[in-house]
T-cell receptor, first 116, second 114 residues
Framework: AQKVTQAQTEISVVEKEDVTLDCVYE???????LFWYKQPPSGELVFLIR??????QNEISGRYSWNFQKSTSSFNFTITASQVVDSAVYFC?????????????FGKGTKLSVKP | DAGVTQSPTHLIKTRGQHVTLRCSPI?????VSWYQQVLGQGPQFIFQ???????GRGNFPDRFSARQFPNYSSELNVNALLLGDSALYLC?????????????FGPGTRLTVL
């Protein structure tokens, strides 16, 4: 069973639209971290955010915001007023306290296309 | 400050050959992890090295091996290449080895096996 599910394979929006990328995770650990990474066409994964399992406060960084809900095991990512430069593949990842050292478990990613 | 660097950028090999990929972590980072990303999928964990010792291993065959040097740089070796080894190989570095540490990724090495 997949531990990190990103059900949206591809999303296409027009510039200035808001878009939410979904992430649902599965773990038996009570202590874990969740991450979001951005992968532009160049291939390098760019770190966006880290959230621990004990901190359910939502986070906002500029046009980006994250909604963490333990009750539904979700960690969704919203981009407000999207821009063409936001076009990339976005990955959600899980790191478990009892998992293998250094093992980030990634979802399959959501490809976001923002059209002008 | 320089980020994680990897070499080479691209590599083409034939089945049965051996390949060595290299990674230099961010200055001050002591942990290096390797991931394989096949087209259309998320990265899959291969190894983590911390202070020159293997600290974690993913579900990959023994054809895959790695090591870390005193300067914390790392090499990933793959023997007896198969067509299915064609992928983007990503290296990530972090300050520590813990599950809480943020991993910062390099640009990757694109390996094509013919």
């Amino acid at each position: 069973a997949q531990k990190v599910t990103q059900a949206q394979t591809e999303i296409s929006v027009v510039e200035k639209e808001d878009v939410t990328l979904d992430c649902v995770y599965e773990t038996r650990d009570t202590t874990y971290y969740l991450f979001w990474y951005k992968q532009p066409p160049s291939g390098e994964l760019v770190f966006l955010i880290r959230r621990n399992s004990f901190d359910e406060q939502n986070e906002i960084s500029g046009r980006y915001s994250w909604n963490f809900q333990k009750s539904t095991s979700s960690f969704n990512f919203t981009i407000t007023a999207s821009q063409v430069v936001d076009s990339a593949v976005y990955f959600c990842a899980l790191s478990e306290a009892r998992g293998s050292q250094g093992n980030l478990i990634f979802g399959k990613g959501t490809k976001l296309s923002v059209k002008p | 400050d320089a980020g994680v660097t990897q070499s080479p950028t691209h590599l083409i090999k034939t089945r049965g050959q051996h390949v060595t990929l290299r990674c230099s972590p961010i200055s001050g980072h002591k942990s290096v992890s390797w991931y394989q990303q096949v087209l259309g999928q998320g990265p899959q964990f291969i190894f983590q090295y911390y202070e020159k010792e293997e600290r974690g291993r993913g579900n990959f065959p023994d054809r895959f091996s790695a090591r870390q040097f005193p300067n914390y740089s790392s090499e990933l070796n793959v023997n007896a290449l198969l067509l299915g080894d064609s992928a983007l190989y990503l290296c990530a570095s972090s300050t520590g080895q813990g599950f809480e540490d943020t991993q910062y990724f390099g640009p990757g090495t694109r390996l094509t096996v013919l």
